[in-house]
């Protein structure tokens, strides 16, 4: 079955056909890595990581380039801040080491893609010769000019200017003013290099002393990686205009035809509102993860909610997501250890349904959340059945093809265990028969008092036809 993706460009749902066949060039933008890595850097990072990892399933070979900003105002604000009197040079080095470490370590912690021999990591720094050399043909071609040792794209040279972020040249321009210090001769122009500063970072160039500026280390990474026309660029939906349009305008002005499918994700808020410092809300991944202690609960979260959309944190929306997980733990408990019978047979047809249904969901634009739903259907169809061996092992493939796609780990959290009822039981099996006793007698209100006292120890109790079970809270 074909893919569609909603494409950013073109404003519509198309279906999506590779440059090559099953093969995948992917660009996103990744981190500026100037401070701890917050669970908003997650959501991005995670959302690619699924789309990549379920393109793969499609059988596609997927190239996946993600940047890492290392040279950039906030990372030279941060070096000043973090290294007083130290020599900018070095220091925002080790401000962009330090904080791309915290970046990898964020990912390796929510197990998210890092491999190498699968992700691209280009940074910024280490692109500067090829981005002269980039800014260099785009003065010969007439797309950009240099004033003073500023050199600037010519946004009148640009073809469709503001066709990704669908603005007029009219609305854009009403909201741009250009600064003192600034030479541009319009103020839509954009900086493709900046004239260095007393003491700050610089590069040799033609145009003198200087860096880059922001939205030409993505052209220039892109093209050099994937070639100047490639099938997929990512991001978050803040990055479509300046930056995306500004990638596009000066791909383009260098002759390349730069990416076919866009696709960009909604922004994340914390209780309705944007996440702030100043308004005590900011939550690194180390945060989330101290408090909690497992990933799967904000991976649940963003599934939750399709990409494109926003996405708002709240304590609530992670305890409902620890009710969803705890469903999967249950199940896996019960057939993940000692159930390990390897599945020969044939496929039921209503497993081949739910998969299918998975399957339909994750064509149409990525809907995680059905596919999702999906999983939670197979979870239900094997609890009703799991006295059928053949169906269960089947089952237990299923839930791990389909919750690997989407990075969930289901190995259990908690313990589950199915309980012989013997006299001579102590602790928590004893309870489980003195509570058997009571239902026996119809003693419902000892019954529930048993039920309340484990639970208040941290053990949940689940009846089946085949006895009591019981686990341990998340």
């Known amino acids: 079955m074909p893919i569609f993706i909603y494409n950013s460009l073109s404003r519509k749902k198309e279906e999506f056909v590779s440059l090559e066949p099953q093969k995948i060039n992917m660009y996103v933008c990744g981190p500026t890595v100037y401070d701890e890595p917050h669970i908003g850097h997650a959501r991005s990072a995670y959302i690619f990581d699924v789309i990549r990892r379920y393109l793969a399933f499609k059988g596609y070979r997927v190239k996946f380039v993600r940047n890492v900003t290392d040279v950039d105002d906030k990372i030279i604000d941060k070096a000043r801040k973090e290294f007083p009197g130290q020599d900018l040079n ?36 280490e692109y500067i010769p090829k981005m002269i050399k980039f800014i260099q043909g785009l003065i010969d071609n007439g797309a950009a000019y240099a004033a003073g040792a500023d050199v600037y794209f010519d946004i009148t040279k640009a073809k469709n200017y503001g066709k990704l972020s669908n603005q007029s040249l009219e609305k854009m321009e009403s909201g741009v003013r250009i600064a003192l210090n600034e030479n541009k001769r319009n103020p839509l122009d954009f900086a493709l290099w900046k004239a260095a500063k007393e003491n700050e970072p610089s590069w040799e160039s033609p145009w003198g002393k200087g860096r880059p500026g922001w939205h030409i280390e993505c052209s220039v990474m892109s093209s050099d990686i994937l070639g100047s026309e490639f099938d997929i660029h990512g991001g978050g939906i803040d990055l479509i205009f300046p930056h995306h349009e500004n990638e596009i305008a000066q791909s383009e002005g260098a002759g390349n035809k730069f990416a076919r499918y866009w696709i960009h994700h909604g922004l994340l808020t914390i209780n309705g509102q944007k996440m702030s410092k100043s308004l005590g809300n900011f939550i690194t991944v180390k945060d989330f993860l101290d408090k909690y202690k497992n990933a799967d609960l904000l991976k649940l979260l963003f599934l939750s909610t399709h990409y494109s959309h926003p996405v708002d944190y709240t304590d609530e929306k992670i305890q409902e997501a620890k009710q969803a997980l705890d469903r999967i733990s249950i199940l896996w408990g019960k057939i993940g250890g000692p159930f390990n019978k390897k599945f020969t047979g044939k496929i039921t047809e209503e497993l081949e349904a739910v998969k299918n249904k998975f399957i339909s969901a994750m064509d149409d634009d990525f809907n995680t959340p059905q596919g999702l739903a999906s999983i939670f259907e197979l979870v239900s169809i094997t609890n ?76 949940i109790l689940e009846d089946t036809k085949d006895g009591t079970t019981w686990r341990r809270k998340l």
């Not at 080095?93 to 491999?115: C, F, P, Q, R």
């Not at 928590?428 to 309340?452: M, P, T």
Request: hydrophobic share 35%; proline share 3%; net charge negative.
């Open 90 to 125: 070095r220091a925002f080095k080790d401000v962009a080491e330090k904080y791309l470490d915290s970046y990898h370590e964020a990912l390796t912690n929510l197990g998210i893609g890092v491999d190498q021999d699968k992700i691209s990591e280009p940074k910024a720094s």
């Open 384 to 459: 009703k059945n799991l006295d059928n061996q053949e169906l269960v092992a089947a089952s237990r493939d299923i839930l791990l093809e389909l919750t690997g796609l989407f990075g969930l780990s289901v190995s259990p959290s908690i313990e589950a265990k199915t309980l012989p009822l013997r006299a001579d039981l102590h602790g928590v099996e004893v309870l489980i028969q003195e509570r058997n006793e009571a239902r026996k007698k119809k003693d419902f209100k000892r019954s529930d008092e048993i039920r309340k006292e484990l639970e208040a120890g941290g053990i």
